[in-house]
Structures are given as structure tokens and as C-alpha cells.
């Protein structure tokens, strides 16, 4: 060691000596060129062997040792060219060899989650830092494979977004703990999934179905530190999707259907899940859904006045019953009073309902007008639900769990022992599609309240219905699920109509979301809304800046409502052309790209 580093010490002062570069011409280019080639038939030699777990670790250990031998016998000049050889001869040209590497590469170690092979990785590359892109690329890539895969898997919305969790928090094992949280690593894995989420036009209807099973039934038995943090997973998948409205607009109607049936764990859940988005998208995405909120707490508090009310009466009248139940109309009411602008509504028209409930409800509109003038109730017939006691054989009693339209339907068996489809549809009104489900929801064999004349499962046209006397159940109190929409639809009507049929949950049917490889469709009222927000993001942009390039207006209203949605270039031009048609915008007459604001 001292004599090769004193014979290195005397090369480099005779050259200082003589003015030569004798230690560079006579032994320093000699002995790069040598290791050079050493370590391009070394680097082979490993990369043959196949495993590129073995080849990280070997060159790990021949870097420690030239490191060694420079620091022990070169001159200190000769370092940084020896180690930039190193570098390119075991790391640079094998990179993108040794991060592909069937059965041993980056895409192996994420798949078993070795954490330990995937920090070797990064340490070798981080040392040429062009080479972190190779491995950024192959980590990226793998998420966005892994992803098509849970969308071509099809396992339905609730099991993909539990895929995409699964693989958030495997990836982000790799980022944070295998590449030290690096930002561009963490950025580059962001956009990957943002990428392949967005390939399905659904994604932001699962992510609804997840939340509403979650809240339903999820959170039961959870700590308030769990919750919080399965509403912060779903937070950070929100966060990669695109048409956050679309998302808003189904998890308005699931939030509805909660708080109309009363099926969720926790009030406070609730809210606290609306106040996440609330941070994440602003007031104006939320408005709606605190207004929900803040109706059903004046929906309580107007019931109990009307009850306390009711109770009043009962005590003040001495010939009438002291019964709450014949004070408010002969059955038990229980109103939820809605804003129209909060809720989503559908134009159902009414059906006819039975005579105590009608007098039930005039007796609250008398109430609610007198309480507060000026306001309109409309009745909508077609939600809610209801409890009735039915009599069956030998004196038994069930209370009966149904819809509106059940308790309708059934109610009509009070005073006739046996109806035909044709009247059932006449002296209630439901609409033909929600009458087949609901009458066929209740002749299930589980479920058969009614008996039906024909065999099989769907209505007949000329069927009639006989009230089931003989129906029994261990349950003192029955529910009568109902069944979904499509399962009341015979094959050959699917192959006549298309299968136009609506899903009975908180989404629309698979088809009206697209599909990975169509373009997004778009609900219809979202749809609308969009134009709306684009054309009042063109006015307030033109306005503020009276005249402006196609470009940079297409940039800025898209730069503008990218928390909302990302309006595609050709949506923005149409709303460009009608501005004009409506005389707000006008072209420049010397450059037809250029748009000047009309005041």
C-alpha cells in the first residue's frame, strides 16, 4: 500500500516538476481504460447470472472496494474519474436491464413488498441520479398495470376501491420507506394512479358505493381514531379523481338515502366525512350537502312540535281518545320536510294513497301552513317507508317493514280478498315499473304476502293477486327487501328495450357510467351543470381581461375549474361559440383566434 501510494505521490510531482502530465499519460489513463474493461466483462458476467438482486449486491460490494483501494493507494485526483467509470459500467448500462428483471426486478420486489431489495436499488442508482428515472418509470408503470387489473378484474365498485387502498399503501411502503420518501418518487407514483382511476369513467361512482357501504355498516365497532383514518384514505383516493362533481352529484343521492332511511352508524360520522370535503373542495361543493343536514335537524324539531301540538288537542278534547295515534290523523306520521334546491329529486307523479294516511297528511299541512305562510309542501310519494300490522291466519300478527308503494299496495287488500294486476294499477297510480318491482317484492318465496295467479317469476298482464293468509316468519317484525330493478325485467323485454333499466342504488346502471374503453358519460344534470360553470368561468375570465388568445382562455377556465372537473378543450370551444351567438364574447377582426369581451 505505501509503495504503490508513494510511486502515485512521485508520477504526480515529476509532472509538476517538468510540466508533463506523466502520472495522467503513464499510469492513470492505462489503469481507467484497464478497469473500464475489467468491469464491462464483470458487469456482463453478473447480469448472465440472472438475478438482479445478486447484482445489486455485488456491485454494491465492488464499489465499497475500489473506494478503498483509491482512498488507500491512487492519488486524490484519480478518484472521481475511477468512480465515474464505476458508475457507468455497473449501474448506467444495466439500469434499465437490472430493473426488468423477470422474476428478480423492481416489479418482483413490489409484488412481495422487500423492502430491504428495493433500497438497494435506490442506493446503487442513487448514485447516477439519471438512472432514479428508470426506477421511478418502473414503479409508475407497475401501479398503472396493477390498476388495469382491478378494472379489467370487474369485482364490482366496493372491491376495487379496497384494491386501490391495498395498493396506496403498498406503494407507499416502496416510496417512503425503500426510497426515503423522495418527492419526485412520490409525485411520479400520484400521477400513475391518478391515471389509471381515471381510465374508467365509474371510478368516481365506486368511490360513492364504497363510502355508503362504509358509513351504513363499515364504521360499527370502530374507534373514533380508526374512523377518522378510513375517511382519510378515502380522502387521498378522492384526491386523484377527476370529475369530483359527478362525485358529488352521487353522493348527494347516497347521503339522501341515508338520512331519509336512517341507515347509518353515526350522525357525527357523517358530518364528519362532509367536513373533509368541505377542506378539500371548498364551501360551495359541500352547500348542498350541510343543507341536508340542517333539514332533517328542522325536520325533528317540527316534529316534535306537531306532536307536542297534537298531544294539546288530545288533552283539550275530552270526547276524543287519549290515543297520539287518532290525534294526528289514525296513524303514527313521521315527516321529513326537505328544501327542493338541496335534495335530488326525480318528477314521480303521486300515487293514491290510502285514506288514513290522507287524513295524517292533512292534518300536518294544516299545521306546517299555519306555522310558516308563504311555503308549499309536495308530497313525494315515491320514498319513505312505513310499519303496518297485518293479520294473518289463526290471529297472527307481524309488523310489516315496507315502502310507500307497499304499504299502498297492501292497504288495498283491507276491503278485497283478491285483485287483478289492471285495478291494483288503477286505484293506486305507481308507476308500471315500480309496481311490477315492488308487487313482485312482495311474492318472493321468502316474502310472499301475496299469492300471484301465474307461475314463475315475473307479472303477467292478466295475473291477479290474493292476499296470503298463510304466511309465517319467526320474526315478530318483518322487512320486505326489494328487489333490484332488472330482476323484473323478462330476457326477451332486455333484448327488446336494450335493458334500459335503472339500478336500484345510490348509481345508475353500469352502462350509463361508460366503460374503461369509451369516453365518460356524464350524468345528465352534471352534464348540464358543467355548461353552466364553463360559460360563467369564460365571462368572469373575459371580463377580468377584456381580450384574450384561444389558448391562454382555454388554459385559464380549465386552470380555474380543475377542483371541479377538467373540462375537455372541445366542451370549452362549443361554450365559446355560443357566447358568441349570445353576444357576450366577439372575435378580433384582425386575428380570428383572439376574443375581445363584449360589456
Given amino acids: ?40 466483462s464483470e458487469g456482463a458476467a453478473y447480469m448472465a447470472s440472472g438475478c438482479a438482486s445478486d447484482y445489486v449486491r455485488r456491485a454494491e460490494t465492488r464499489l465499497g472496494e475500489e473506494a478503498k483501494r483509491a482512498a488507500n493507494y491512487l492519488a486524490p485526483g484519480t478518484g472521481a474519474p475511477l468512480r465515474s467509470i464505476l458508475d457507468r459500467e455497473l449501474i448506467e448500462v444495466h439500469a434499465e436491464a437490472l430493473v426488468a428483471s423477470p422474476g428478480s426486478g423492481v416489479a418482483h420486489m413490489i409484488e412481495r413488498v422487500e423492502v430491504d431489495g428495493l433500497k438497494a436499488f435506490y442506493r446503487l442508482f442513487n448514485r447516477v441520479p439519471k438512472t432514479l428515472d428508470v426506477l421511478r418509470d418502473a414503479v409508475a408503470t407497475h401501479v398503472r398495470e396493477t390498476g388495469k387489473a382491478l378494472h379489467v378484474a370487474g369485482n364490482g ?42 381510465m374508467d369513467s365509474r371510478a368516481a361512482g365506486f368511490l360513492v358505493v364504497y363510502v355508503d357501504e362504509l358509513l351504513k355498516t363499515g364504521l360499527k365497532g370502530m374507534t373514533d381514531a380508526d374512523i377518522e383514518a378510513s375517511f382519510e384514505k378515502v380522502i387521498a383516493i378522492f384526491r386523484y379523481i377527476h370529475d369530483k362533481d359527478v362525485f358529488e352529484s352521487y353522493y348527494k343521492q347516497s347521503l339522501a338515502k341515508r338520512l331519509l332511511s336512517g341507515r347509518f352508524v353515526s350522525d357525527d360520522a357523517e358530518r364528519s366525512m362532509v367536513a373533509r370535503l368541505k377542506a378539500e373542495c371548498g364551501y360551495q361543493f359541500t352547500n348542498k350537502l350541510e343543507g341536508m343536514f340542517n333539514d332533517m335537524r328542522i325536520s325533528k324539531e317540527t316534529m316534535e312540535c306537531y306532536k307536542r301540538e297534537c298531544n294539546k288537542r288530545m288533552a283539550s278534547a275530552a270526547s276524543r281518545t287519549r290515543s297520539p295515534q287518532n290525534a294526528m290523523g289514525g296513524v303514527d306520521l313521521t315527516v321529513d320536510v326537505l328544501t327542493t334546491g338541496y335534495w335530488p329529486s326525480q318528477a314521480v307523479p303521486l300515487c293514491q294513497l290510502p285514506d288514513e294516511v290522507n287524513r295524517a297528511i292533512n292534518k300536518f299541512s294544516s299545521f306546517y301552513n299555519q306555522k310558516h305562510t308563504g311555503r308549499k309542501l309536495s308530497w313525494k310519494t315515491s320514498t319513505g317507508f312505513a310499519e303496518i300490522r297485518a293479520t294473518f291466519d289463526a290471529g297472527r300478527r307481524h309488523d310489516l317493514c315496507v315502502s310507500t308503494y307497499q304499504m299502498c299496495i297492501l292497504a288495498l287488500f283491507n276491503t278485497d280478498e283478491s285483485l287483478t294486476l289492471e285495478m291494483i294499477r288503477s286505484k293506486t297510480d305507481i308507476p308500471e315499473a ?67 333499466s335503472s339500478s336500484s342504488g345510490p348509481l345508475p346502471p353500469t352502462g350509463a357510467f361508460g366503460s374503461t374503453q369509451g369516453g365518460p358519460a356524464i350524468p345528465a344534470p352534471v352534464e348540464e ?10 365571462v368572469r375570465v373575459m371580463k377580468a381581461r377584456k381580450n384574450l388568445g384561444h389558448n391562454d382562455l382555454i388554459a385559464e377556465v380549465t386552470r380555474q375549474l380543475s377542483v371541479r372537473f377538467n373540462p375537455s378543450p372541445q366542451f370549452v370551444k362549443k361554450r365559446i361559440e355560443s357566447l358568441i351567438e349570445r353576444e357576450y364574447l366577439e372575435r378580433s377582426e384582425s386575428d380570428r383566434r383572439m376574443y375581445m369581451y363584449v360589456a
Fill in 1 to 40: 500500500r505505501e509503495v504503490m501510494r508513494a510511486a502515485c505521490s512521485m508520477l504526480v510531482e515529476l509532472g509538476r516538476v517538468d510540466g508533463s502530465d506523466v502520472h495522467g499519460r503513464d499510469f492513470e489513463e492505462p489503469f481507467l481504460a484497464e478497469t473500464a474493461t475489467f468491469y464491462r
Fill in 434 to 500: 315500480e309496481l311490477n318491482r315492488h308487487l313482485i317484492s312482495l311474492c318472493t318465496p321468502k316474502h310472499r304476502i301475496l299469492r300471484k295467479a301465474s307461475k314463475g317469476k315475473y307479472i303477467n298482464e292478466n295475473d291477479t293477486f290474493t292476499f296470503n293468509g298463510a304466511f309465517t316468519s319467526k320474526m315478530k317484525r318483518v322487512k320486505i327487501p326489494l328487489v333490484s330493478m332488472k330482476e323484473t325485467i323478462r330476457v326477451d323485454q332486455n333484448r327488446a328495450e336494450g335493458e334500459a
Fill in 529 to 538: 351543470d358543467r355548461r353552466h360553470l364553463i360559460e360563467a368561468a369564460i
Fill in 157 to 198: 365498485p366496493v372491491a376495487f376501491v379496497k384494491g386501490v387502498l391495498e395498493m396506496r399503501d403498498r406503494y407507499g411502503i416502496v416510496v417512503n420507506d425503500a426510497f426515503g420518501g423522495e418527492k419526485r418518487a412520490q409525485k411520479r407514483v400520484a400521477d400513475a394512479f391518478e391515471d389509471f382511476i381515471n
